[in-house]
């Protein structure tokens, strides 16, 4: 797991990512963005789980966590899609 970003790319912020849009549905990856605070614990780090719904700017992410279903609201620049 990354704790910091590489030198050249630090403090910049890929704006394709902050503004990518998901539908219901869509598998997901959690990959937090280090130069915008996460909120959650780094255990979420490489979870993967499907969106339920859009929520204000951010995402119900529906994650398995030790056998139960979770349900996170989680901003778009720290999701990443995944193909299934």
């Known amino acids: 797991?990354?704790?910091?970003?590489?030198?050249?790319?630090?403090?910049?912020?890929?704006?394709?990512?902050?503004?990518q849009e998901f539908k219901a549905g869509d598998s997901v990856?959690?990959?937090?963005?280090?130069?915008?605070?996460?909120?959650?614990?780094?255990?979420?780090?490489?979870?993967?789980?499907?969106?339920?719904?859009?929520?204000g700017a951010a995402y119900k992410v529906e994650i398995r966590d030790l056998h139960k279903t979770k349900v996170y609201h989680i901003r778009p620049v720290h999701l990443r899609r995944i193909s299934q």
Do not use: C, D, N, W
Request: net charge positive; glycine share 8%; aromatic share 10%.
């Open 1 to 19: 797991m990354l704790k910091r970003k590489s030198i050249k790319t630090r403090g910049k912020l890929s704006f394709t990512r902050y503004f």
């Open 29 to 55: 990856a959690v990959v937090k963005e280090h130069s915008i605070p996460f909120g959650y614990s780094h255990r979420m780090q490489g979870r993967t789980g499907k969106v339920l719904a859009k929520q």
